[in-house]
T-cell receptor, first 113, second 112 residues
Framework: DAGITQSPRHKVTETGTPVTLRCHQTENHRYMYWYRQDPGHGLRLIHYSYGVKDTDKGEVSDGYSVSRSKTEDFLLTLESATSSQTSVYFC????????????FGSGTRLTVV | DQQVKQNSPSLSVQEGRISILNCDYTNSMFDYFLWYKKYPAEGPTFLISISSIKDKNEDGRFTVFLNKSAKHLSLHIVPSQPGDSAVYFCAAIIQGAQKLVFGQGTRLTINP
């Protein structure tokens, strides 16, 4: 079920370089989210979108920006990557935002060296 | 400020026995709760949920209990099977707020 795909799946980048992660959905869901998963912290919300060009910050948004120019694509950009942004990044989609839960992508493992 | 807390990073249970995973929350405005299961190299998948108007919800081997006065929920898996070995995340939301808040996760290992 490829309703949501993330690319790339793995990436190694150098400190100070910009990085963009892509989330693509084929479900036409309104809501899209970017989370990061870190040991001891679980999943923390970076940014989310509630429609084309409508985005808002989550709890760990510093150093990240997002864009959603089409319903199906939600991009996460690390403007200048730092080692603290080494993490696994998950995109999620939802239509009703809650009752039936989110559908998550398979994740992007990002290493900043 | 961790609003949803899973205080046990790991849990080991024998196959066939009951697994009990716990979750505490601090925000009394949360009114819907969910459990997700995550295998390595995969995204989390929705498992079971409960509204704050209920105190129990069952789905096959999985039951979620909610104690609002204690701000505590638990996930019971009976009987536990090897395929249940995964990381389990508790999540909570204020309906209408559009954002799930997750706990730190508990790694469940089912031993044969």
């Amino acid at each position: 079920d490829a309703g949501i795909t993330q690319s790339p799946r793995h990436k190694v980048t150098e400190t100070g370089t910009p990085v963009t992660l892509r989330c693509h959905q084929t479900e036409n869901h309104r809501y899209m989210y970017w989370y990061r998963q870190d040991p001891g912290h679980g999943l923390r919300l970076i940014h989310y979108s509630y429609g084309v060009k409508d985005t808002d910050k989550g709890e760990v948004s510093d150093g990240y920006s997002v864009s959603r120019s089409k319903t199906e694509d939600f991009l996460l950009t690390l403007e200048s990557a730092t080692s603290s942004q080494t993490s696994v990044y998950f995109c999620a989609i939802s239509e009703q935002a809650i009752n039936y839960g989110y559908t998550f992508g398979s994740g992007t493992r990002l290493t900043v060296v | 400020d961790q609003q949803v807390k899973q205080n046990s990073p790991s849990l080991s249970v024998q196959e066939g026995r009951i697994s009990i995973l716990n979750c505490d929350y601090t925000n009394s405005m949360f009114d819907y709760f969910l459990w997700y299961k995550k295998y390595p190299a995969e995204g989390p998948t929705f498992l079971i949920s409960i509204s704050s108007i209920k105190d129990k919800n069952e789905d096959g081997r999985f039951t979620v209990f909610l104690n609002k006065s204690a701000k505590h929920l638990s996930l019971h898996i009976v009987p536990s099977q090897p395929g249940d070995s995964a990381v389990y995340f508790c999540a909570a939301i204020i309906q209408g707020a559009q954002k799930l808040v997750f706990g730190q996760g508990t790694r469940l290992t089912i031993n044969p």
